[in-house]
Nanobody, 130 residues
Framework: VQLQASGGGLVQAGGSLRLSCVAS????????IGWFRQAPGEGRKGISC????????YYRDSVKGRFTISSDNAKNTLYLQMNSLKPEDTAVYYC????????????????????????WGRGTLVTVSS
């Protein structure tokens, strides 16, 4: 099982980017799946996730109204549309599939140790300049 994230880059504040995460070895609606990010000097945290079968979504307060998670089952791909980007959105973004819902996605300042991850993708760097 594997996840491959892409789409990061350098963008000015107020700009947009779309991240993609292609799954292989399993279906994107087979597990809860979502986006996490890790800023310099900080721990990894959930940003936006969707439940198995995509009937529920979660957004961290800091991205609500600006980021949108979606998926294309035919392409077995998860997306994160990021609009109105801010310098504080600068981070390495990861996609991950996991079992519990909302599980690690809603953890604030805690550990992911109690959750079961199916796969983590390699990160893609998003840099937002002011």
């Amino acid at each position: 099982v594997q996840l491959q994230a892409s789409g990061g880059g350098l963008v000015q504040a107020g700009g947009s980017l779309r991240l993609s995460c292609v799954a292989s070895g399993f279906s994107v609606d087979e597990y809860a799946i979502g986006w996490f990010r890790q800023a310099p000097g900080e721990g990894r945290k959930g940003i936006s996730c969707t439940s198995k079968s995509h009937d529920e979504t979660y957004y961290r307060d800091s991205v609500k109204g600006r980021f949108t998670i979606s998926s294309d089952n035919a392409k077995n791909t998860l997306y994160l549309q990021m609009n109105s980007l801010k310098p504080e959105d600068t981070a390495v973004y990861y996609c991950a599939a996991f079992v519990q819902w909302p599980g690690p996605c809603s953890v604030i300042g805690g550990s992911f140790d109690t959750f079961d991850f199916v796969s983590w993708g390699r990160g893609t760097l998003v840099t937002v300049s002011s």
